[in-house]
């Protein structure tokens, strides 16, 4: 109650205000709470600047409790009402297994300035959905790809570096089940992202030719992480093509593949 007893009128706050305020919200608390306030919040809430970054991975609880009680289809509703209001700004993207291929292919329509997409256990999201929805991201930087075992191949990679020339950064994490190896195929693939700067690959079977044909392909690459990526040898010719690029050393799993040969 504000002096002399008066109801102090929120709704009367300004425009600018009320936008800084939504800036320290997350989405979930706008489009849940917040934004349903009054006409004037919603106005607020409707200010495209508050969408470009979208964050829908499982450290809200939110994402958490709605895949876990299967509500998948309502946060895709929500994501794509967060698309809508951006007006074209969205710049990036996080999401994790409740997207699929009809929600990356919304964001693909409807977020020609995307400069990240990352993508955690998305297993509803298929190649041709996902090549579609790339094709139309020509902005992109940043493509993280972890645990997506729907999403692989040559074909699809080769897709990437002709429809991303401005991408620098490739996180692709995998892991040892049928569906999880990546091998020289896609490596090959990935060399058609020629602008790199940085790559990070886990759990790959790919060998020095393989990773020698990145290399060359790749020449701006400064950084390079290869996790568990036993069967590339750091022999003679290897050490002069990775000459000035800032490598993660792996040494975990020897106990389990005591033969494994790690980039020293």
Do not use: T
């Given at each position: 109650m504000a002096a002399g007893g008066d109801a102090r009128d929120w709704s009367e706050l300004p425009h600018d205000a009320l936008s800084f305020v939504f800036n320290k919200l997350d989405i979930f608390d706008i489009?849940?709470?917040?934004?349903?306030?009054?006409?004037?919040?919603?106005?607020?809430?409707?200010?495209?600047?508050?969408?470009?970054?979208?964050?829908?991975?499982?450290?809200?609880?939110?994402?958490r409790e709605k895949c876990r009680s299967g509500e998948t289809g309502v946060l895709c509703a929500?994501?794509?009402?967060?698309?809508?209001?951006?007006?074209?700004?969205?710049?990036?993207?996080?999401?994790e297994e409740f997207v699929d291929d009809d929600l990356l292919k919304y964001i693909g329509d409807r977020a020609p300035s995307l400069?990240?997409?990352?993508?955690t256990s998305c297993l509803h999201v298929l190649n041709e959905g996902f090549v579609e929805a790339i094709r139309k991201l020509p902005l992109l930087e940043e493509l993280n790809l972890s645990t997506c075992k729907s999403i692989g191949g040559r074909a699809t990679f080769n897709a990437v570096g002709k429809a991303c020339v401005n991408l620098k950064q490739f996180i692709l994490v995998k892991d040892f089940t049928v569906y999880g190896?990546?091998?020289?195929?896609?490596?090959?693939?990935?060399?058609a992202m020629h602008g790199l700067r940085s790559l990070k690959i886990t759990c790959g079977e790919f060998n020095n030719k393989a990773m020698a044909t990145i290399l060359d392909r790749c020449p701006y690459l400064e950084s390079l992480d290869l996790i568990q990526c036993y069967n590339v040898v750091m022999d003679g010719a290897?050490?002069?093509?990775?000459?000035?690029?800032?490598?993660?050393?792996?040494?975990?799993?020897t106990d389990i593949f005591p033969d494994g040969r790690l980039i020293l």
């Open positions: 489009l849940m709470g917040a934004g349903l306030v009054c006409h004037s919040w919603l106005g607020a809430a409707e200010e495209p600047s508050l969408w470009k970054h979208l964050d829908m991975s499982s450290h809200n609880n939110v994402v929500m994501a794509k009402k967060a698309v809508d209001r951006s007006g074209g700004q969205l710049e990036v993207f996080v999401g400069k990240v997409l990352r993508l190896k990546f091998g020289d195929d896609e490596a090959y693939g990935i060399a290897m050490r002069a093509k990775c000459a000035g690029i800032k490598m993660l050393v792996d040494h975990s799993y």
